[in-house]
């Protein structure tokens, strides 16, 4: 089993900066992909950034330019560097990482952290 747990989350000015860090602990063999998702009042929760475990990277559209993920995988940790922050940041931000488990059903599963509040204020 993975743990993940997050930490950075706070409040900041539009235009401010915020790093968030993810700390993977537990089983933590075979870990592919790192995430972050966010979830905004009223909105779906939506992928921000993801990096493979080779460090290629993809974001959504709305942070590309301003935001930044980053990987240890030596420490089994991702950051996601937050720049230009605009109040439509706001959301509840979860670090995700994916695991290969081998077996009879072998496939990918998903574990989430519990989250760190982000709040851009006006």
């Known amino acids: 089993q993975v743990q993940l747990v997050e930490s950075g989350g706070g409040l900041v000015q539009a235009g401010g900066s915020l790093t968030l860090s993810c700390a993977a602990s537990?089983?933590?063999?075979?870990?592919?992909?790192m995430a972050w998702y966010r979830q905004a009042p009223g909105k779906q929760r939506e992928l921000v950034a993801r990096?493979?475990?080779?460090?290629?990277?993809n974001y959504a559209d709305s942070v590309k330019g301003r935001f930044t993920i980053v990987r240890n995988n030596a420490r089994h940790a991702t950051y996601l560097q937050m720049g230009s922050l605009r109040p439509e940041d706001t959301a509840v931000y979860y670090c995700?990482?994916?695991?290969?488990?081998?077996?009879?059903?072998?496939?990918?599963?998903?574990?989430w952290g519990k989250g760190t509040q982000v709040t851009v204020s006006s």
């Open positions: 995700a990482a994916d695991q290969w488990r081998s077996g009879v059903s072998s496939r990918y599963e998903t574990f």
């Open positions: 537990g089983s933590t063999y075979m870990i592919d992909d």
């Open positions: 990096v493979t475990s080779s460090g290629n990277t």
